[in-house]
């Protein structure tokens, strides 16, 4: 039986609501207590799947401050970090996470009001060097299309993600891999350490390198990911020096492509599609949220 875990036009529906009420903060801070809780999250749900803006919020979210400000709080204590987390552990627990991982990223265009985050202090015309830096900080990167996010997955075998992790839409795969692995962390229900090393990793060609290689073998973990064309010349020109070729099983890299639909799910919300938020944390929270979503979804099958 599947419960309806998301009510009309995207807002949570009951028994989405139980499952994460508990683990939301009840007082401010200031020892009052917040607003209601399920009205401002689904204001914030409201946003990430239109792309309005936060000033066009509807009134019957309340006002489009408070939900912004609790957002970006929530953002900012790690509270939407915790949801995901708490929903990973208690599938892990009962053996529900599929631990042959698949990796991969997407590039996502980002809007020209994404573009006018500056540092305190500094002045529209500083040097273009130090501004094209602020921009890779906040995940921003210039190429042909424009300004663009990168955003880099770890999925689980039923492609819900395990790691999340952003860079600018110019960089390579190849150097957030090490990121994006680390990133991988299931806390254990009773004692013992958290789970960061799956049984096997799924990538395509970008991560062919030398170095994902030894890092995986490092770690004890298989690796799935074809070779570059380049690579397989240059081993069979090599002759006997180049080596053997590294194991590659075409039945199991087929299920690679949940790590595709996984980004196709994430981009049905168009804040995610197409990043309109100007600071880096505030995009990747949304991403965190939309991502406790689909954890939501698939428990309830």
């Known amino acids: 039986m599947i419960i309806d875990l998301v009510a009309g036009r995207g807002e949570l529906a009951d ?4 499952r994460i009420e508990p683990l939301l903060p009840q007082l401010d801070g200031r020892g009052r207590p917040w607003r209601d809780h399920r009205q401002v999250v689904n204001g914030v749900l409201w ?13 019957r979210y309340g006002p489009w401050q408070t939900v912004y400000e609790r957002f970006a709080r929530w953002e900012a204590d790690g509270t939407w970090a915790k949801l995901l987390e708490y929903v990973q552990v208690r599938d892990d627990a009962v053996g529900r996470v599929q631990w042959t991982v698949a990796v991969d990223s997407t590039v996502n265009r980002a809007h020209q009001h994404a573009a006018g985050a500056r540092k305190r202090g500094t002045r529209p015309g500083t040097n273009w060097m130090i501004r094209a830096t602020r921009r890779r900080r906040q995940a921003l990167g210039r190429s042909r299309g424009g300004l663009s996010t ?3 997955l770890a999925v689980d075998g039923r492609g819900l993600p395990l790691s999340i992790v952003l860079t600018p839409g110019n960089a390579h795969d190849a150097t957030a891999f090490a990121d994006v692995l680390d990133g991988i962390r299931t806390p254990r229900v009773s004692t013992g350490r958290p789970r960061t090393r799956p049984d096997r990793v799924l990538g395509d060609k970008a991560y062919s390198s030398r170095a994902i290689r030894h890092l995986l073998r490092h770690r004890g973990i298989a690796a799935t990911i074809p070779e570059r064309r380049d690579q397989v010349a240059n081993r069979r020109r090599r002759g006997r020096r180049g080596g053997r070729p590294p194991a590659f099983d075409t039945e199991i890299y087929r299920d690679r492509n949940v790590v595709e639909r996984c980004f196709g799910r994430l981009k049905q919300f168009r804040a995610i599609a197409t990043r309109f938020d100007k ?3 505030r995009y990747r929270a949304g991403v965190i949220l939309t991502s406790l979503i689909l954890w939501l979804r698939e428990a309830a099958r």
Not at 15 to 18: D, I, P, T, V, Y
Request: glycine share 4%.
């Open 279 to 281: 600071l880096a944390d």
């Open 15 to 18: 028994a989405a609501w139980e």
């Open 47 to 59: 946003r990430l799947r239109t792309g309005a803006p936060w000033r066009d919020l509807p009134e």
């Open 150 to 152: 990168k955003i880099h």
